[in-house]
């Protein structure tokens, strides 16, 4: 048995160095009383402390510091589990499940084709387990139909990213750079809860007075511009493009450009200043409810900032989040090049990966249009290089696939997906529209998940597979910065446990697939470095000795350079080295999701995260200590708002709309606005906050609408299954 690792938290982008070691194990301790008696766990048999490293300088968050008592949670799932015709779920043997899931595969394909099956797979697989899944589904199941929870996060962002820069790095710079800026922009992210430790790296500007927030919520990042700290800017939902182009106006009109920058590094200026000239700031205010005066006073901090301290601008998922978001992200990455922020030595623009291994995920593999190494699947020298790595005939390859929503959508449906594969990722509560969805895997004929848990997802599944968790395996991720990462394996998974690479690898020999698949993670990353060379995510030049020796690896990193912790520096990816400006506009498709006049008595609402739990939660829900702090779903909803619907704090609300209906306790709170309400995304059930969010998409990059819907809020009856004065159910589904 292993004796402990320096390795990193499983879950945030921050990737917080953590080390574990062996915990003293008196026996079984008892869960808080007050979480409910199915979250008991077993005793963690590691214990976190947290280690020295850049992201976050030895701190961790309560999810960081809470992690290892998941390890051997009692509601572990550690055989697979075949649901019977009573919809019970009953352990049956590897190989048992094995011959399942071939014999599914081949007579779905059999009597549909290949795209028949799909994958759905997930932002915190290692980079080993990211690449294997696209090659597995490209070459052993031979579908184009895969994608992944990225889609969910980082794509507008990185669509954004690719049209401007020619590449997508979530921070082209790392995060050390912050601690030095006088000025920051954030955009719609609330790290004082999402990632904790980051608010470090703010610290510089809110000691200058130039912490800036955008954010419709008065959120607890928000709050750290209070006392001199900066300013807060609270525009209406959905309304965040506009708020931008008003402070490129102000910019462009005040001669606060900087022109030289402009001019040598930049094409498209002359487009994009005719497309401010309708965004003056008093007509943004009239659209967004941000004062003239803070529009202004925002454009000449951050001009100030680049010509003097250092100015950057954050980009996060409230701006990206919705059906303009690739534009929004746009409408950013405009403003800090009018700026010259890109690529100076003190200042710059990024976007806040979120998921654990949400840059990584997205670099080799797992998205429908992409091939690893950043590579494009419709590029004809990206499909031979794959084809040579792989030692495949090129047109073995399959063309792209779909993007996630539009994959979920065609579940069961003529010439849809009829088996699918579910990788890290707990659709049934993340996904848009989560009724349609879970309609979707009901209506499948094979549906596998691969978890720890039974999550809500794999609670559907006709089998569940158990999978290793993050201290029981080795691998690599890559963090917000790009830089590449060890995950070291600290501890033996329970008997009955497999790796997702020996998942695939097994699978790939009974179906018979080309190449060559193997389950060890070290091989798997060497052919990695072959598949990316040359590609725009390029790691060549990166291996487990160099990474195990503490190296710094920031890609691209071709082999025999040093890598590029700053991207930008000399010039652009695109072919003449410019990064370019795209005019963009608030549509009318997604102004009729914040300017609906003619819904009487509707909100908008607005989801994000809890500082305790995490994407789904259906790992977050399960530790004692933050259940036990989160219990339940509570709708944040402002005084006045409730005062006229006789909605008192504490008490049951419905909260609806034409896809579905929440029922979850009211809290009455001055921090958002009376035309908003807030609802936290972990919680299934009748607390599932995306059972009201559309799956209508960004045009571009295929990034659901998860922002901003119209719904309506009443008093609701107490649920019957809720006795007075408890919270709701925690919807825990063990394992039997």
């Known amino acids: 048995m292993p004796n402990g690792a320096d390795t990193h938290c499983p879950y945030c982008a921050l990737q917080c160095a953590m080390t574990l070691t062996p915990a003293a194990q008196p026996g079984s301790a008892p869960a808080p009383t007050a979480a409910p008696a199915s979250l008991a766990a077993a005793a963690a048999p590691l214990e976190v402390s947290g280690r020295e490293f850049p992201t976050n300088r030895g701190g961790l968050c309560r999810k960081g510091w809470t992690s290892a008592s998941l390890l051997r949670h009692n509601g572990r799932v550690t055989e697979p589990m075949l649901k019977g015709s009573d919809g019970v779920h009953q352990p049956i043997s590897w190989d ?42 490209r070459l052993a199941l031979r579908t184009s139909r895969i994608d992944y929870n990225g889609r969910f996060c980082m794509s507008s962002a990185a669509a954004a990213g690719n049209r401007a820069f020619g590449v997508d790095r979530g921070l082209p710079f790392p995060v050390t750079d912050l601690d030095s800026a006088s000025v920051i922009l954030m955009l719609g992210s609330n790290v004082a809860e999402t990632m904790p430790p980051f608010v470090q790296h703010l610290q510089g500007a809110r000691d200058a007075g130039g912490l800036i927030v955008v954010d419709p919520r008065r959120s607890a990042t928000a709050a750290f511009t209070a006392d001199g700290g900066g300013f807060h800017l609270q525009p209406t939902p959905g309304t965040d493009l506009a708020l931008l182009l ?77 059906v303009d978001g690739t534009d929004t992200a746009t409408a950013a990455i405009n403003l800090s090049l009018l700026l010259g922020l890109p690529g100076s030595a003190r200042s710059g623009y990024g976007t806040l990966t979120g998921q654990g291994n949400g840059q990584g995920g997205r670099e080799h593999g797992q998205k429908a249009d992409q091939l690893p190494g950043y590579r494009k699947i419709t590029d004809p020298a990206a499909r031979a290089h794959m084809a040579k790595v792989w030692g495949v005939d090129e047109s073995l390859i399959p063309g792209p696939g779909l993007p996630a929503v539009q994959l979920l959508q065609s579940l069961g449906q003529p010439d849809g997906v009829r088996c699918l594969f579910v990788h890290g990722a707990n659709v049934a509560v993340s996904a848009p529209d989560t009724n349609a969805v879970i309609d979707g895997l009901r209506s499948l004929d094979f549906l596998v998940v691969c978890d720890f848990f039974m999550s809500e997802t794999a609670v559907e599944a006709d089998l569940v597979l158990p999978v290793t968790q993050w201290a029981e395996e080795e691998g690599t991720l890559t963090n917000l910065e790009g830089r590449v990462l060890r995950r070291r394996k600290a501890l033996t998974p329970p008997p009955g446990v497999r790796s997702e690479l020996w998942l695939m690898a097994r699978l790939a020999e009974l179906l018979d697939a080309p190449s060559t698949f193997s389950d060890d993670p070290e091989t798997v990353f060497e052919e990695l470095r072959l598949a990316s060379a040359g590609g725009l995510a390029d790691y060549s030049g990166i291996d487990y000795a160099m990474l195990d020796r503490g190296e710094a690896a920031y890609w691209p990193y071709p082999a025999g350079s040093q890598g590029t912790p700053r991207l930008f520096a000399d010039g652009f990816a695109h072919a003449d080295g410019r990064a370019v400006l795209v005019p963009v506009t608030p549509s009318k498709r997604a102004r009729r999701h914040f300017a609906d006049a003619s819904e009487p008595e509707s909100l908008a609402l607005a989801t994000g ?128």
């Not at 402070?247 to 005719?274: C, M, N, P, Q």
């Not at 995306?690 to 960004?698: F, I, S």
Request: proline content about 5%.
């Open 96 to 137: 048992q499940a094995l011959l399942l899931i071939t014999a599914a595969v081949k007579d779905t394909q059999k009597q549909y084709g290949p795209d028949a099956v799909g994958v759905f797979g997930g932002g915190g697989l290692t980079n080993e387990k990211a690449y294997l899944l696209g090659k597995f589904a």
């Open 246 to 322: 008003g402070i490129s106006h102000v910019v462009v009109h005040e001669g606060l450009a900087d022109t030289e920058f402009l001019k040598a590094r930049t094409s498209g200026y002359d487009a994009l200043v005719r497309s401010l000239n309708a965004f003056w700031p008093e007509r943004v205010q009239s659209i967004t409810g941000v004062p003239a005066t803070l529009i202004r006073e925002t454009a000449r901090r951050l001009a100030h900032g680049a010509r003097t301290g250092g100015s950057y601008i954050l980009s996060g998922r409230g701006v990206e989040q919705h």
């Open 609 to 736: 995260r809890l500082l305790e739990h995490y994407q789904s939660g259906s790992q977050t829900r399960r530790v004692a200590e933050l259940a036990a702090s989160q219990p339940e779903a509570r709708l944040l909803i402002h005084p006045a708002t409730a005062a006229a619907r006789n909605i008192a704090d504490g008490e049951f609300v419905a909260v609806s709309n034409e896809r579905g209906e929440v029922t979850c306790r009211a809290e009455l709170s001055n921090a958002v606005r009376t035309d908003t309400v807030f609802l936290p995304f972990h919680f299934p059930g009748q607390e599932n906050a995306n059972r009201l969010t559309e799956a209508a998409t960004d045009p571009i990059s295929g990034m659901p609408e998860f922002k901003t819907s119209r719904v309506w809020v009443r008093q609701a009856a107490l649920p019957a299954s809720v006795p007075a004065g408890a919270g709701l159910p925690l919807h825990v589904k063990e394992a039997s």
